[in-house]
């Protein structure tokens, strides 16, 4: 009989486990439903691959992208273990033919998404295998008080009606007490183990920046600190534009976002991973599953959505437990933004039941009426017979649909794309035989770059109302765009179906689900101030407060976060009075300087001098120039 230790030698060529591993894997092997709570790159898998080959019977592995189950099953068959992953490629037959395998095949793992699992067909297949452990990976998304929230993941304890006894292992990066106790709840977990792995990091620097020209810094970060890194942005539009400002300044660089096509997304992680591009930036849709462990820095341009989110994307640096960085550069508009961006788009109860009802009115349901129809619903034509927000009527439908008022049908990803088939002098020759077509090619060409090389998801709400004409139309002229072979048109559904579940009461049907409304809006603007507060709280070390924040109570100082170095520095603070002569005896020699140039010209730390240069201002000592210049104030 082979021991685990054994196991994890034979396949993964380790002699030791990381702590707790071993306890989780104790706990699986015993048929104890286990919540294993562990950091970003703590080794997770490993907690359900080794018991798994010790034991007869298949592992259900339910994960939440595509790209992450495929890379584990590859991470596997190349270690010659059976695994497969379910995905929309399969056809019925193929997928006939997987459980087959699984039955028949001695296959020892099968990946699938919770959406899958809501198959009857996939259901009744899975009642038909002997399996000995389910795994849920990235179980924070079952629960409403976490970060990424998956409505399906709501329904993953069907799998348990069918196998009642098997244990269940739930695996996070992070999780709160509110989460957690989702996760029992939501997974039907019987009198479960949480193991829990020490968020410290010793090796991680948290360094939080106040800085005014924020690719300035990342030019001296990129300058001091060799190796792979991370940017995260906040725009699509922003990852493409930092990449090519990085690239004109000779570094290699590319762009990763969720609107980028499959071929792409791949080529730019691939590139990343060899190092042949060591800068990626990217949007937060560059999250689970990436796992490269030489990673020095994790740089956000601008702030992360949460506390949860920002410690899963600063995790990702440092893995290899050589120092690493993670830095966020931030300014007073930054908080600002962040605090109404969140605010602006809430779906408070009263816009819930403004929409609601204008759904009713948009398809002729009559007071009182439990309409059966599945009804085609396009958000952009609805949004704009209304004039409602894009993003704050997503919201709302995401509301009614959690709360059973209505069935939302995803489709709202689905973008189409665009890649013109003949060269510029081709493209401006139809545009002078055909002016009618001028406004609508001139705006593609403006609006997404590199168009001639590449397909790019288009933006079909934006393009439409730049050119007051209707979504419809849109595709229409882009149609006939295509017919003429000077675009390809890859024209995407992405109409949605939405089904009524109540009749319809307007306002009462609303009433009913108001608190829930409200507790999940005041749970939005706690994560936006609880990431606020850890921004701007300069006086405890950085690891400490999110230890705190995740409920450990055994918190220690790292050291090397910008507080801790801070405090160290206290004895050798800047004298202000040093720093103000030499600013103003560098501007008496200089005339005209910017903040950046007296930075770079004086030896001192960039927030003593930026602190400088403020109160200098209020002072009326400096004055700034039209160029954003600082300059001696001559008063008459």
Excluded at 400 to 406: A, G, N, T, V, Y
Excluded at 431 to 453: A, H, Q, V, W
Excluded at 545 to 569: M, P, R
Excluded at 589 to 603: G, P, R, T
Aim: net charge positive; glycine share 4%.
């Amino acid at each position: 009989m082979n021991t685990p230790l054994e196991i994890l030698k034979k396949y993964w060529g380790f002699d030791t486990f990381r702590h707790p591993q071993e306890s989780v894997i104790s706990n699986v092997l015993n048929g104890v439903d286990t919540i294993a709570l562990l950091p970003t790159g703590g080794g997770k898998s490993i907690c359900f691959q080794v018991p798994t080959l010790l034991k007869d019977g298949v592992c259900v592995v339910i994960s939440p992208l595509i790209a992450l189950m495929n890379d584990q099953v590859k991470n596997l068959q190349n270690r010659n273990i059976k695994a497969v992953a379910l995905t929309s490629k399969l056809s019925q037959d193929e997928i006939v033919t997987v459980f087959d395998n699984l039955q028949f095949g001695n296959y020892k793992f099968l990946y699938l998404s919770p959406e899958k699992l809501q198959s009857e067909f996939i259901q009744s297949k899975l009642k038909q295998i002997n399996i000995q452990l389910i795994a849920v990976d990235e179980a924070h998304c079952i629960s409403e008080w976490g970060h990424e929230f998956r409505p399906s993941y709501l329904n993953i304890n069907i799998i348990r009606d069918y196998h009642p006894t098997t244990p269940i292992i739930a695996l996070t990066a992070s999780a709160t007490e509110k989460v957690l106790d989702d996760i029992v709840k939501n997974l039907d977990l019987k009198t479960p183990e949480i193991v829990k792995k020490s968020f410290f990091r010793a090796n991680l620097a948290y360094q939080i920046f106040d800085v005014e020209d924020k690719l300035y810094k990342v030019e001296q970060i990129l300058t001091k600190i060799k190796g792979s890194k991370i940017i995260y942005t906040n725009t699509r539009r922003k990852t493409i534009e930092v990449s090519e400002q990085l690239n004109s300044l000779g570094y290699k660089s590319n762009f990763y976002h969720g609107g980028m096509q499959l071929d792409d997304k791949i080529q730019a992680y691939e590139d990343w991973m060899t190092e042949k591009t060591p800068i990626i930036v990217a949007t937060n849709a560059f999250g689970m599953g990436i796992d490269k462990a030489n990673v020095r820095a994790v740089i956000h341009l601008n702030l992360p959505q949460s506390v949860e989110n920002y410690i899963q994307e600063a995790g990702r640096g440092g893995r290899d437990n050589k120092k690493a960085f993670s830095v966020v550069l931030k300014n007073k508009t930054d908080i600002l933004t962040a605090k109404t961006i969140v605010e602006k788009n809430l779906a408070t109860v009263e816009i819930v039941k403004k929409i609601y009802f204008s759904l009713n009115q948009y398809f002729q349901i009559v007071y009182g009426e439990l309409s059966l129809i599945k009804y085609e619903f396009n958000i952009g034509e609805f949004c704009k017979t209304y004039k409602y927000s894009i993003l704050k009527t997503y919201n709302t439908l995401k509301i009614l649909d959690r709360e059973s008022i209505l069935l939302l049908d995803e489709s709202f990803s689905r973008k189409s794309a665009v890649k013109f088939m003949v060269d510029n002098h081709k493209v401006l020759d139809y545009c002078d035989t055909n002016p009618s077509k001028n406004k609508l090619i001139k705006l593609i060409l403006r609006t997404y770059g590199g168009i001639f090389e590449s397909s790019k998801k288009i933006n079909e709400n934006y393009l439409s109302n730049a050119l007051n004409i209707s979504i419809s139309a849109l595709k229409k002229e882009l149609s006939l765009l295509h017919k003429d072979k000077i675009i390809n048109f890859y024209n995407a559904n992405n109409n949605t179906q939405i089904q009524f579940l109540v009749p319809r009461e307007d306002n009462r049907t609303i009433n009913v689900i108001s608190k829930n409304i409200e507790q999940r809006n005041q749970l939005k603007v706690e994560k936006i101030d609880n990431l606020i507060l850890f921004l701007e709280n300069n006086k405890v070390c950085r690891s400490r407060q999110l230890l705190s924040y995740f409920n450990e109570t055994k918190t220690q100082e790292c050291g090397i976060c910008d507080v801790c170095i801070s405090s160290k520095n206290d004895s050798k603070k800047t004298n202000v009075k040093d720093v103000s002569s030499k600013v103003i005896n560098l501007l008496s020699q200089q005339n005209e300087l910017s903040s950046k140039e007296i930075v770079s010209l004086l030896n001192f730390p960039e927030s003593d001098v930026i602190f400088i240069l403020q109160i200098l201002l209020e002072k009326s000592i400096l004055a700034v120039t039209s160029q954003n210049k600082y300059k001696i104030n001559q008063i008459e």
